[in-house]
């Protein structure tokens, strides 16, 4: 059994609560884009049942070209961020690049993300912590499940005691992502939410040249198979036209597809949990 522990006020993760569905475009490309994204995830995570915690990031700092577009920046990207809080009554994530933009995202997101490449620094994962919020670390491709228990120690030492650990495929050779499905259920044997990325799993690291590339019609398969395992929260970037993305479209899921493959999703996740009860 997994630590269960609050999101926010009407959403908890871990546990027997129910899988946590965390979605939205990889990147903030403009506010009109980012309402109507929000919007609109909503909307189906109504539909089909599913606790929203709406993701964005404001500034991608890893991409492949120095000329990729990376966001609007920290305090525009808090700034539209704040606003779908304010207006939306969601409850946000977003992914902090260094140790000083770590408050400012604390003061406005609920789950403060340590990105993949950054999960083994000792500072980004004790400023993460600091900030009191829920902490989500993704666990690096260079990093085997068994590393999952150093990174948490880091968070619990400076006092995090509300952590989850986002499994989102591991290097193979170059450019190319494997999904260990026993290291999955082996980190969730750590006590603590363990969150699928299915649609980073599907990257294709630096595939196309300049940019990074993907195979996202493989995404929804590796989100039925974390959910026949068993997972306390789906990560998914998804938008509304993933050709013309500003980042990671080639792995996207389409928005128009969401619904079907949440319900799909939500149909294993039950049939495994009634399996697992008897």
Same mark, same amino acid.
């Given at each position: 059994m997994?630590?269960?522990? *609050? !999101?926010?006020?009407n959403?908890?993760?871990?546990?027997?609560?129910?899988?946590?569905?965390?979605?939205?475009? /990889?990147? !903030?490309?403009?506010?009109?884009?980012?309402?109507?994204?929000?919007?609109?995830? &909503?909307?189906?995570?109504?539909?089909?049942?599913?606790?929203?915690?709406?993701?964005?990031?404001y500034?991608?700092?890893n991409?492949?070209?120095?000329?990729?577009?990376?966001? *609007?920046?920290?305090?525009?990207?808090?700034?539209?961020? #704040?606003?779908?809080?304010?207006?939306?009554?969601?409850?946000?994530?977003?992914? &902090?690049?260094? +140790?000083?933009?770590?408050?400012?995202?604390?003061?406005?997101?609920?789950?403060?993300?340590?990105p993949?490449?950054? /999960?083994?620094?000792?500072?980004?994962?004790?400023?993460?912590?600091?900030?009191?919020?829920?902490?989500?670390?993704?666990?690096?491709?260079? /990093?085997?499940?068994?590393?999952?228990?150093?990174? !948490?120690?880091?968070?619990?030492?400076?006092?995090?005691?509300?952590?989850?650990?986002? #499994?989102?495929?591991?290097?193979?050779? =170059?450019?190319?992502?494997?999904?260990?499905?026993?290291?999955?259920?082996?980190?969730?044997?750590?006590?603590?939410?363990?969150?699928?990325?299915?649609?980073?799993?599907?990257?294709?690291?630096?595939?196309?040249?300049?940019? +990074?590339?993907?195979?996202?019609? =493989?995404a *929804?398969?590796?989100? =039925? &198979?974390?959910?026949?395992v068993?997972?306390? &929260?789906?990560?998914?970037?998804?938008?509304?036209?993933?050709? !013309?993305?500003?980042?990671?479209?080639?792995?996207?899921?389409?928005?128009?597809?969401?619904?079907?493959?949440?319900?799909?999703?939500?149909?294993?996740?039950?049939?495994?949990?009634?399996? +697992?009860?008897?």
């Amino acid at each position: 059994m997994t630590h269960s522990f *609050p !999101i926010t006020g009407n959403i908890a993760v871990g546990g027997e609560n129910p899988v946590v569905l965390i979605a939205g475009p /990889c990147v !903030i490309e403009g506010e009109d884009m980012l309402l109507r994204h929000a919007e609109r995830i &909503a909307r189906i995570a109504e539909t089909v049942g599913m606790p929203l915690v709406f993701k964005a990031s404001y500034d991608k700092a890893n991409r492949t070209s120095g000329k990729s577009f990376r966001g *609007p920046g920290l305090d525009k990207g808090l700034r539209l961020l #704040e606003k779908i809080k304010r207006e939306m009554g969601l409850p946000l994530l977003t992914d &902090a690049h260094n +140790t000083a933009e770590m408050w400012a995202i604390g003061e406005v997101v609920d789950i403060v993300q340590v990105p993949a490449f950054l /999960c083994r620094q000792t500072d980004m994962l004790s400023a993460a912590a600091e900030t009191g919020k829920v902490v989500n670390v993704k666990k690096g491709q260079f /990093c085997a499940p068994e590393d999952a228990l150093q990174i !948490i120690a880091k968070v619990q030492q400076s006092g995090g005691d509300r952590i989850m650990i986002t #499994e989102r495929g591991s290097s193979f050779g =170059y450019r190319r992502l494997v999904v260990d499905f026993i290291g999955l259920a082996k980190m969730r044997e750590y006590g603590w939410p363990i969150v699928f990325d299915a649609t980073h799993s599907v990257q294709t690291p630096s595939g196309q040249g300049e940019t +990074t590339g993907g195979e996202s019609r =493989y995404a *929804p398969q590796l989100a =039925y &198979a974390a959910a026949a395992v068993g997972i306390d &929260a789906l990560f998914v970037e998804t938008h509304e036209n993933p050709a !013309i993305a500003l980042s990671d479209g080639p792995n996207m899921i389409p928005l128009d597809d969401l619904t079907a493959v949440l319900e799909r999703f939500l149909e294993i996740t039950s049939k495994n949990k009634t399996t +697992t009860a008897v």
